[in-house]
């Protein structure tokens, strides 16, 4: 309003909200009464902004919102030059969701001078409000949208460093699906606040939708270490969850939740995170604060039982589910016994407890919830028959599941023909996936099996024609990469190459390219030219400096080369920090303390390989070097008839006769010497 400054106007508002009620005045003053036209105008607006206020204040009261609308425009109608209370007016209008009537007044107000920023501001939050606001079925209203869009690229073409328009002209682009405009528009948030907060979480949103999880990360990394806040590291953890790096998503909660008020489900989160990244004690921790909070929960419980359980602490384990088993009886809960049992290495007394429990809740129909619990059931039991190497039940198991629900069947199919190629029944593996490809010949997933089997009974040329063949196989990046992994095992490695080089000139982003890159790196390694093999893994590591995958694996093809063991151990130790439980890693850091002569350190480290990885013939070779320097020769024998018979178990693709023979010399001569001793 012409003469008069915001701060006063507000100033003089408050001061009437100190006696409001039925002491202020209840109708817009006349002009006659003054003759100051000027000094009514204020009068009038001043009181129907504390009208305003009462009306935000008691919930938007009808009689409040007409008293400050009567004053407002009588403001207006002694004082038409002013801009300032038709602006507040529409500011009503929209506060109290009359939003057709606020329109019409900013509109007003660019009739009288289309440069007014204030009325465009206005006009673009009521448009974008309505994008959603009177559609059915949530559906965006596509014209309002266009409209908010039209209104906010107009202010910044008069104000480019209006960061609010900035930001929300970026959030309308990604909402309508131009993700290039949005980029752009961040960009120029960017530009104009470097530590813009919705400019890197709007910017990484944008990544995130087109798949660049990767990139999406960076920039929230860059915008929590400018401002933390629990929903940027929330959203942190979510991208994170999404490429299943667990253990930096439990990172991202961990520094959330001291920020935000009692959540339980942000603790349930972390504890999920931390259980799924194999950070048993914190997750223990976790879940006995859950518990203890909520004591009837039966979940808590249940996932106290399976921490106990990785732990090796049984009697813990079923301590907590029997409370687990006083709060439900439902088969899941009893379900759990199966799991201690198994870890106990008494998988097949494992089986006989699922067997009976299979037995003891059979029914002849079942209810939709019973239907997908017993399914659950069957699912758990197939597994364990397939680590007891029991094919032949595993796959009977299986078979009740299509029974039960025969929309699965082709996911059963898919199951049967991997426990058949797990337990080397390679010709049993491809007739049944040729008659579940004939069955479903639509289903990708059984398409792409049938070719891996083809690829393991070395026909790698028809495996490969076959996954041509698909629809659109040339630009199907899942399925160059297999065709790509099927080159790598039979050692044809500038197939390989080729199919690689190609799928990175064809991605769109790191979170494209960053995978490709670690299988060159990979290919170059089995390829014994250790500096390119390198050169790719950095690649890797300068995107990503926290990828488990690429620091193990850098790391141990220095200690298995014996160069530069300090840096290998380094880069170990974080891959095993950032996953602890994972087989491959510890038997990486195992071979590093075994370079670097801690032989200790070494054993303890294999053999807790062994527990998470199973009978790996690698990790059994690496323990049998072990022993033997540690002057063991009957358990090093042990642990090389281990990783032999496990060479002669594994899927044609793993065997590596150079690796055989190998450890058939070190096997022996270490007889030999056992011998000669005995003489």
């Known amino acids: 309003m012409t003469g008069f400054g915001r701060t006063a106007l507000l100033a003089s508002s408050f001061a009437f909200l100190l006696g409001a009620g039925e002491a202020v005045a209840q109708t817009p003053a006349p002009a006659a009464k003054t003759g100051d036209v000027k000094s009514e105008a204020y009068y009038n607006f001043a009181m129907g902004h504390m009208y305003g206020e009462l009306a935000n204040a008691y919930g938007n009261r009808g009689e409040y919102v007409n008293k400050a609308i009567d004053f407002y425009k009588e403001a207006i109608k002694l ?10 007016l529409s500011e009503l209008y929209v506060q109290v969701g009359q939003y057709q009537k606020a329109i019409q007044e900013a509109e007003d107000l660019l009739k009288q001078n289309p440069n007014n920023l204030n009325a465009r501001r206005i006009l673009a939050r009521i448009y974008s409000r309505m994008i959603g606001g009177d559609q059915p079925n949530g559906r965006v209203n596509t014209e309002m949208l266009k409209q908010a869009v039209d209104q906010y690229k107009r202010i910044i073409e008069a104000d480019p460093k209006d960061e609010e328009s900035l930001s929300m002209l970026a959030r309308l682009y990604r909402a309508s699906q131009e993700k290039e405009l949005a980029e752009q528009t961040y960009r120029k948030l960017l530009a104009v606040d470097p530590s813009s907060e919705d400019a890197l979480t709007g910017l990484a949103a944008v990544y995130a939708d087109r798949g660049d999880l990767p990139g999406a990360i960076q920039l929230l990394k860059k915008a929590v270490e400018k401002e933390p806040n629990p929903r940027t590291l ?6 994170y969850e999404t490429l299943k790096d667990y253990s930096h998503a439990a990172d991202a909660l961990k520094q959330a939740i001291p920020m935000a008020q009692e959540n339980e489900a942000l603790l349930k ?5 931390l259980f799924e990244a194999g950070r048993a004690d914190e997750a223990l ?4 604060e859950l518990a203890k909070t909520n004591p009837k929960e039966v979940e808590y419980q249940i996932r106290l039982t399976d921490l106990y359980t990785r732990k090796k602490q049984f009697p813990q384990a079923r301590a907590a589910l029997a409370r687990a088993k006083q709060l439900s009886a439902s088969p899941e809960v009893r379900a759990e016994e199966a799991d201690i049992l198994d870890a106990e290495e008494k998988t097949p007394e494992a089986i006989t407890f699922m067997q009976g429990l299979l037995s003891d809740t059979k029914r002849e129909t079942y209810s939709d919830m019973e239907r997908q619990m017993r399914l659950g059931l069957l699912e758990r039991t197939a597994q364990l028959q397939r680590k007891a190497k029991r094919t032949p039940d595993a796959v009977q198991t ?6 039960l629900d025969a929309a699965l069947s082709s996911r059963v199919d898919l199951m049967v023909v991997e426990t058949y190629a797990e337990g080397r029944d390679y010709k049993q593996a491809k007739a049944v996936s040729d008659a579940a490809v004939k069955k479903f010949p639509a289903d990708r997933s059984l398409l792409l099996q049938n070719a891996d089997v083809l690829s393991e009974l070395g026909q790698v040329d028809a495996a490969v024609k076959e996954l041509n063949a698909l629809p659109n196989a040339a630009k199907d990046r899942g399925v160059q990469t297999a065709i790509a992994q099927f080159y790598e095992r039979a050692k044809r490695y500038n197939d390989e190459k080729r199919i690689l080089d190609q799928l990175e000139s064809q991605a769109a982003n790191d979170g494209e390219k960053t995978p490709l890159v670690f299988m060159r790196g990979a290919m170059y390694e089995r390829m014994k030219n250790f500096d390119e093999a390198e050169k790719e893994f950095r690649k890797v590591l300068a995107v990503d400096p926290d990828s488990a995958q690429a620091l193990n694996y850098l790391g141990y093809m220095l200690a298995d080369r014996g160069v530069r063991l300090d840096e290998a151990q380094k880069m170990i130790s974080k891959a095993v920090e950032i996953d602890p439980e994972n087989g491959a890693y510890l038997d990486s850091l195992g071979w590093v303390y075994f370079k670097q002569g801690q032989l200790d350190k070494a054993v303890e480290n294999l053999r807790h390989a062994l527990d998470r990885a199973g009978d790996d013939p690698a990790i059994h070779d690496h323990l049998g070097d072990t022993y033997s320097k540690q002057g063991k020769v009957k358990e090093a024998i042990q642990q090389w008839e281990a990783a032999i018979a496990g060479y002669k178990n594994a899927r044609p693709s793993e065997r590596d006769p150079e690796e055989v023979s190998k450890v058939t010399k070190k096997l022996e001569s270490a007889r030999v010497k056992t011998a000669e001793k005995g003489r």
């Open 79 to 88: 004082d038409p030059a002013s801009s300032y209370v038709a602006e507040e």
């Open 234 to 239: 929330v959203t942190l953890a979510e991208f």
């Open 269 to 273: 989160a972390l504890g999920r995170d």
């Open 285 to 288: 921790e976790v879940y006995t």
């Open 398 to 403: 299986y078979k009740q599941i299509a029974d």
